[in-house]
């Protein structure tokens, strides 16, 4: 039998205690007050809510039978189908304007007429859209842009929205000596080599480290295979090797200069790993204590987003997680993931894998070209298209053993700090973090990141924060950081306070509200007003113009991200709002309008509403233009709801305060 207190507790989780002079409500001549009309775009429209089921299954729904029409109401409602995972059948739409690069930078192209793309640039400018406004951040900075003509930002270059052709030779010969690489921004490194990217595409790439240490396994577990009387408790679990010379070999080939096989691995990484080898020898252990600890977030956790999360006072920065076995295969995408900008100064990458061999030598090619603090082993992730892999939480199975010998591997190449982030098992009744934990302090690992939930859970159900304090306990003498659930100050203080662990990392939290670090440390609660939230999404814009470019291409990209962001955002209710506070992770608002007409968009749970955002920022976007968040359980209404129009026609939300 539940008791008062959880029974509160349970209506919490349902619906955030918004004032009530806030909430959308319509007046029946009666004097009720009934919300029906909003619910469907509503942001709490989980499994409890009919009305999302409405939203989301009007196709199915029209596809059933026409008999079906007539079945008896005694009849049981068909099974809901809960909104959670990924919206794997969205469409991508790519921008593509046909046009030669080689030619809107005033360059020669080099596959001259047998290039595939467009040279007319006359014909690309008489059709190009109209510049947006603004100053281009390549060109204000450094006073050029190697996006030429294809610049959205083109009439701030030159102060013409439109070249004149007869000005086109002049404008050439200016620019003609310009090489795309003076392009490349100076705030941000990792950059990955051509001649590095084509070693490693070839299968050419050596990895000293790496390499030495699987030949010595497999000395060892051949040594052991053929001694048939070997009284080991794990033969199938080869331990680091121990012997002398091997470990003086290791040393010895440490951050050395590549032989001919591998001359183009680029020298910049080359010195600064064998920086790092000379002054961080020790594995820098104190850098993880007392921290407020940004959490690796796919597709969200960018480069652009950890710019503004470092601007409110995030300590420690951690990448998107890459896959080893797509860096190891030079793919581009992959390693421009784990690019570092030059505020972020405490970064770490994280990656995901399922071989010691291949994770070891994923380790080593970062350390060497890339430019990192710490390397993360990626233990959590919940998702099936991972976990049937047999890397992110499935290596919680099974006692953690395939976990140990990844993490010796890893431990035995590098010179940075290893850490691992796991959950507290596979299922919800059977935690098994405690049984890993132990040997995990043995296996050359610097620090452990506990996400408070298990696979099962996801991101459903609250973080269990007292078995992350009896993990902490056992992890010592190692470093300990809890994650799962922060969004105040309030938050962090008790979980910092009454536990044991370290530091903290804040993920969903920084998501909703990247604010929360300033919170934090200064322990308040921030009204933060719709015009300075505003202010960080025009700061989020910039910084994805200076990472994916001010072209067509970039400005789009920038847009999907910021769209993608969005879909947290909405989240956040404003503490002025509230009838009490701090807002809980777990709650979710009815709808309301905000105290203008800006706040009230920025709350709307729809895509179409998310996108007028952006047009905002941005200029309109393409024709035909829809977007679907990666994630369902972010998406609460149709995407062309416009959730935040129907809210201010019919209450009359204040003026708008950006035009």
């Known amino acids: 039998m539940s008791t008062s207190r959880e029974k509160v507790?349970?209506?919490?989780?349902e619906n955030a205690p918004i004032k009530p002079q806030y909430l959308v409500v319509n007046q029946t001549s009666s004097g009720a007050s009934s919300v029906a009309d909003f619910l469907e775009i509503s942001t709490d429209l989980r499994s409890?809510?009919?009305?999302?089921?409405?939203?989301?299954?009007?196709?199915?729904?029209?596809?059933q039978p026409a008999d079906t029409e007539h079945q008896s109401d005694e009849q049981p409602p068909p099974a809901k189908k809960r909104r959670r995972g990924q919206n794997k059948n969205r469409k991508r739409q790519v921008v593509n304007d046909g046009m030669c690069t080689q030619i809107l930078q005033d360059r020669t192209c080099p596959y001259g007429d047998s290039c595939k793309y467009s040279h007319n640039l006359e014909k690309y400018l008489a059709e190009k859209k109209d510049d947006l406004p603004g100053e281009c951040p390549f060109w204000k900075r450094e006073g050029k842009c190697r996006f030429g003509y294809g610049c959205r930002y083109y009439s701030s270059h030159t102060g013409e929205s439109v070249p004149d052709t007869s000005a086109e030779?002049?404008?050439r010969a200016a620019q003609s000596e310009r090489k795309t690489n003076e392009y490349v921004t100076r705030d941000e490194s990792g950059f990955l080599s051509t001649e590095t990217r084509t070693l490693l595409r070839q299968n050419r790439y050596r990895f000293k480290k790496a390499d030495a240490y699987i030949s010595?396994?497999?000395?060892?577990q051949q040594a052991r295979d053929d001694n048939v009387k070997c009284n080991q408790s794990e033969v199938s679990c080869p331990q680091e090797p121990v012997d002398a010379a091997f470990d003086a070999k290791l040393s010895s080939d440490c951050f050395t200069v590549k032989d001919d096989a591998s001359k183009g691995a680029s020298a910049e990484g080359v010195a600064g790993a064998a920086y790092y080898a000379k002054g961080m020898s020790s594995r820098r252990p104190g850098i993880f204590e007392n921290k407020l600890i940004l959490a690796p977030l796919t597709t969200v956790g960018n480069l652009p987003f950890r710019r503004v999360c470092k601007g409110f006072g995030a300590d420690v920065t951690v990448s998107e997680m890459a896959l080893a076995t797509k860096l190891l295969q030079g793919q581009q995408s992959e390693w421009s993931m784990i690019r570092r900008h030059a505020s972020e100064d405490i970064f770490g990458v994280q990656i995901a894998g399922t071989s010691p061999s291949t994770l070891a030598r994923a380790a080593e090619v970062i350390e060497s070209e890339g430019n990192v603090d710490f390397i993360d082993l990626n233990c959590g992730c919940p998702i099936d298209g991972v976990c049937n892999r047999g890397a992110g939480a499935s290596l919680m199975r099974d006692g953690g053993k395939k976990l140990k010998r990844i993490a010796r591997a890893m431990s035995s190449v590098m010179v940075q700090p290893l850490t691992v982030k796991i959950r507290t098992g596979i299922y919800n009744k059977e935690k098994t973090a405690h049984t890993i934990i132990p040997s995990l302090r043995d296996c050359g690992v610097s620090l452990?990141?506990?996400?408070?939930r298990s696979k099962e859970a996801r991101y459903t159900k609250l973080a269990d924060w007292a078995y992350i304090d009896q993990c902490a306990e056992l992890a010592k003498p190692l470093s300990f950081v809890g994650n799962g659930d922060i969004l105040s100050f309030e938050d962090a203080y008790n979980h910092k306070e009454y536990t044991r662990v370290s530091s903290l990392m804040i993920g969903r939290g920084a998501l909703i509200k990247p604010w929360l670090f300033t919170e934090i440390k200064e322990q308040r609660t921030w009204d933060i007003s719709s015009s300075e939230r505003f202010d960080i999404l025009k700061d989020y814009t910039r910084f994805g113009l200076e990472h994916w470019g001010s072209d067509t291409q970039g400005v789009e990209t920038t847009r999907?991200?910021?769209?993608?962001?969005c879909s947290f955002l909405h989240r956040y209710i404003p503490a002025g709002l509230l009838e009490r506070l701090p807002q809980r992770i777990n709650q979710r608002p009815l709808p309301y309008v905000g105290r203008d007409e800006l706040e009230t968009l920025m709350g709307s749970p729809s895509a179409a509403d998310w996108v007028k955002l952006t047009e905002l920022l941005l200029g309109p976007a393409h024709d035909n233009f829809h977007f679907a968040p990666k994630h369902k359980s972010n998406a609460y209404a149709a995407p062309d709801a416009g959730a935040a129009a129907k809210r201010a026609q019919r209450h009359g939300a204040g003026g708008s305060e950006w035009g």
């Open 448 to 452: 452990i990141t506990m996400h408070g």
């Open 216 to 220: 010595q396994l497999e000395s060892d």
């Open 169 to 171: 030779s002049s404008v």
């Open 9 to 13: 507790r349970s209506i919490d989780s």
């Open 48 to 63: 409890k809510d009919a009305s999302a089921d409405k939203v989301m299954n009007a196709k199915s729904e029209q596809c």
């Open 560 to 565: 999907r991200f910021l769209l993608e962001w």
